[in-house]
Structure formats: structure tokens, C-alpha cells
DNA sequence: TAATATATTAACCAAAGATTAACAACAACA
DNA sequence: TGTTGTTGTTAATCTTTGGTTAATATATTA
């Protein structure tokens, strides 16, 4: 079954290298958009609609960071991947911090390159199946609207929900009465997997729970090593 | 969150790029075991549980396909990648046609054989996530949730099962009436086989006979130097 | 820019889980 | 029957993971 050609924008200021590139990438059945400086790369992003994002670091007028979180702005989910001559460690963070999915520093083996990009949009591909465009939970007594940020405890005052309450409830809601792997949450939500982000993790957990104190019936469990499990119990069935 | 490292097994027969390739995995943070010709490397594969095999094609005694065929004889699904330094097709189909997952000629990018790695591994790993490997049992008038690591009787509360109390729990489940082989269960829960892991093995077998005593009708025997049975008598055929 | 809201970091303690050690009980078998 | 290796059991110890608090940092908004 063939499926349509990825688009790639590649933003490469080197007209040489880029246009190598383009070719490659080409041979091996994307289709490709080349850009050669960072303004011309944002217009033709606006344009079109791409899978994957290809951004040489150091670029004139505009650069690749500056570039990524423009394109952020319009595009939260597009994967960015950086090019660059650096290798230093507050670059990369800097990278990973305005949204990239990885970095290639120059030179580098164009089979590399390819792995990636095909990893990359094999991940984002399982990802959109899984998180669904459901907003709104039913949870015990609660009510979450995650596009406004709400959560309702009977006919109360909504309260307000800071982005990662929202999106963590989100994530227990999606999995109710299943378990949510740590993991998942914070590869989705922290978009990182360490030590600290596991705490932070933790004391949203804890700030979630005090929430859900009013309804006896929904607790969040912890299933040691493995994740969170949102319960419901006494539920009664709707029709 | 640190995860216990994959295990590679690696053949190959030239001892100084083995040892080099087994350096570079190491410090990639795998666990390698190296064995320097294609018995050696089956009696190594029957011993243990990998994650990967890469094997080398040209080898004295017993060649790279030869030996991949007998692993996918003993597990079909660990992948194989092979090293090579012929790049025929006729090669690379033969390669594919007993199973393996990947080629790589020599010489290669380290690099490169890197990402094919963690590609194959990673892809393994959403392969039996997806794949709706069992998860419930009944046992006697027990039900055992795997994937949430409870253990219910009748309709009392659930007991929570530790993560080595459900592997082992399930192990036994999968063999049910039949014999569970110790040195299975050592390999492919514990990871390794030796003296204090089957003594650790044999404290959470208490565990579990303390666990299922509210059923006579269940119990674990010990096949002395084989391994354990778990016998349910008494069974109502459901319908 | 100050004020406020949100997020991260750090330290510390608690809980859960796993291993180890020591010894008793048992099976296999010469 | 005694000897050897295997299994059963308990409890102590060690390790990892989770919960909580508060200080600090960062982002957002007035």
C-alpha cells in the first residue's frame, strides 16, 4: 500500500549543501521544500503543511532557534530536527527547549539523518493515533473541560487549571481506570524523562489529588514502577 | 528513570573488532556478550535472554546464517542484525529469508549501527506493546490483572501484586498444569541465572502459595530440579 | 516593571520492592 | 542411613521509587 510522500521543509542557507540534501532526501521518496534563510523558511512553512522540519542552526537574518519557536507558535506538533556545526551541551538544550525532536551536528552521515527522520515520523504517527481530540471528561462528580482549562465539582465554581494540571488530568482521563504510564506523561506532557521531571511530575500528581478530594469515589492510585491509574468507583451508568 | 540496560549478544570472530564493537556498545550503555564463533554463540544464546543478536556473517565452524537459524528456531522474536562484508543482493536475501532484521556492511559507521539498534529495539518494543499479549487469568477462583498487578478472590478486594510477584505469577499462569521451568523463569524475569536469583525466586514463590492459600484448590509444586507447576484441581468447565 | 501564576528544583522522609543470609526441611541416591 | 544438593522460610538489609514541602526560578499579565 503506498502511502502519500512526506514533506519535508529543509531551511539550509549553504546552497550547495542544501541542494545535495534536497536530492537525497528526495531519492529516498520525500518531497521536499528547500528555504535558504530563515524568512523565507517561515513563509513557506505558512504556506503549506509539512511532517517534519529540517533547520540549519546558523543561518543569516534569522536562525534556526529563532525560526523553531515561530514555528511553534503556529504548529505545536510538527517535528523539528536541528542541523548544526556545534556540539555544545547548552545549544542542544536550547534546541530541545524551544520544541526540537533531535539534532544532527555537521557533518554528518546522511543514512543518519534518514533513520532519524523515519523514526521521528513513525513516532508522531503512533502518537496522534493514541491522544484523541476529546476535551471534555466526565470524572466521578467532576466535569473537565481541558480546552478551557475548567474542572466542575457539581454545579461549584469551576476551578482553574494550570496547563500541566490540565494535560496531566487529561492524560489520567484518557486512561480511566487503566493505567497511564509514568512515561507516557512525561515523554507527552514534560517532554523529557528524568529525575527532576519525575518529581515534578509527583507534585502534580499531589496537586491533582486535592482536587479530586471532594468526590470519595475518584482516586488517583499509584502503581509502583510503572505509573498512575485514575479510579472511578460507583459509577453509575448514564443512558 | 533508569531502565535495566538491553542485552546484546554479539559473534564474531575476529577478536580485536569484537572487542572494540562490544567496547562501544558498552559504553552506549548495553550489556554485550561477545562470543567468538557461531557455537560459542548458540551455547551463549541458550543461556541467557537478549534483546538483540548481531552476527557476523564469515565465520570459522558455523556461519552467521547457520547460526541465525538456529536461534529463530529456539525465539522467533528476537531480532538479528548481521555483519557483513559482501554486499551481494543474492546475500542480503539470504540474510532476510531466515529472519533478520537489519545488514550492515563492513566497514561501517558506529554510528550507524547505533541508530539501527535502537530503531530495531524500539520498534520491537511498540510491536508487543500493540500486540494484545494476555494480561488476564483465571486461577481457580483467583483473577489475576497483569497490567494492573492485582489479584482478586472472588469479589473481595484486590490484593496488589509487586512487579516480580506478577511476572512470576503469570509465568506460572502461562503454564498452567504444566511445568514452568526455573531456569525460564530466572532467565526471563530475572535476567540472569544463578545462585541468588534462585533463591530470590524461591522467596516469591512463598509469597505467592501465602497469597493463593483461600483456594485449596490451588497450589504451586516444586518439580525438584526442574522447576515449579502450578495445579488447579477441581475445575468447573465455564461455558 | 511589579505582581501574580506557574513550573522546577532540592532535600528529605516514607513506602514499596528486591536481595541476601542463615538455617531448617526435604528429596535423591549411593 | 548418611551425604549432598535443592527447596522452604524468615527476617534483616539494601535499593529504588514516590510523596511532600518549601525555596527558587521562570513565565505571564496588569
Same mark, same amino acid.
Given at each position: ?13 549553504? +546552497?550547495?549543501? !542544501?541542494?545535495?540534501?534536497?536530492? %537525497? ?11 535558504? =534563510? ?25 536562525? !534556526? ?9 503556529? =504548529?505545536?506538533?510538527? +517535528? ?9 551541551? &547548552?545549544?542542544?538544550?536550547?534546541? %530541545?527547549?524551544? !520544541? ?66 490540565? &494535560? ?12 497511564? +504510564? ?11 524523562? =528524568? ?8 507534585? %502534580? ?8 478530594? +471532594? ?18 468507583? =460507583? ?5
Amino acid at each position: 500500500m503506498e502511502e502519500t510522500h512526506k514533506k519535508i521543509l529543509l531551511v539550509e542557507d549553504d +546552497p550547495n549543501f !542544501g541542494a545535495v540534501l534536497k536530492d %537525497y532526501l528526495s531519492i529516498n521518496d520525500f518531497e521536499v521544500t528547500l528555504a535558504k =534563510n530563515g524568512m523565507e523558511g517561515f513563509e513557506k512553512f505558512k504556506k503549506d503543511n509539512f511532517d517534519l522540519c529540517i533547520l540549519d542552526v546558523m543561518m543569516p537574518y534569522k536562525d !534556526g532557534y529563532t525560526l523553531a519557536r515561530e514555528i511553534r507558535e503556529k =504548529n505545536k506538533e510538527v +517535528p523539528i530536527i536541528f542541523l548544526t556545526a556545534k556540539s555544545m551541551k &547548552e545549544d542542544v538544550l536550547k534546541g %530541545y527547549k524551544v !520544541g526540537a525532536d533531535d539534532y544532527l551536528n555537521k557533518p554528518f552521515d546522511s543514512e543518519v539523518l534518514l533513520m532519524k527522520i523515519k523514526a521521528i515520523i513513525q513516532r508522531k504517527a503512533s502518537e496522534t493515533k493514541t491522544d484523541n481530540a476529546k476535551f471534555e471528561f466526565q470524572i466521578g462528580r467532576f466535569h473537565l473541560n481541558s480546552k478551557l482549562r475548567f474542572l466542575t465539582f457539581d454545579n461549584e465554581e469551576p476551578i482553574k487549571l494550570s496547563p500541566k494540571e490540565n &494535560e496531566l488530568l487529561k492524560m489520567l482521563a484518557l486512561h480511566e481506570n487503566d493505567l497511564m +504510564p509514568r512515561e507516557l506523561a512525561l515523554t507527552k506532557i514534560w517532554r523529557d524523562d =528524568n529525575y527532576f521531571t519525575s518529581r515534578s511530575m509527583d507534585v %502534580y500528581i499531589a496537586k491533582l489529588r486535592k482536587y479530586l478530594k +471532594p468526590d470519595e469515589d475518584v482516586e488517583i492510585l499509584n502503581i509502583h514502577g510503572e505509573g498512575f491509574r485514575l479510579v472511578v468507583k =460507583n459509577k453509575v451508568e448514564e443512558k
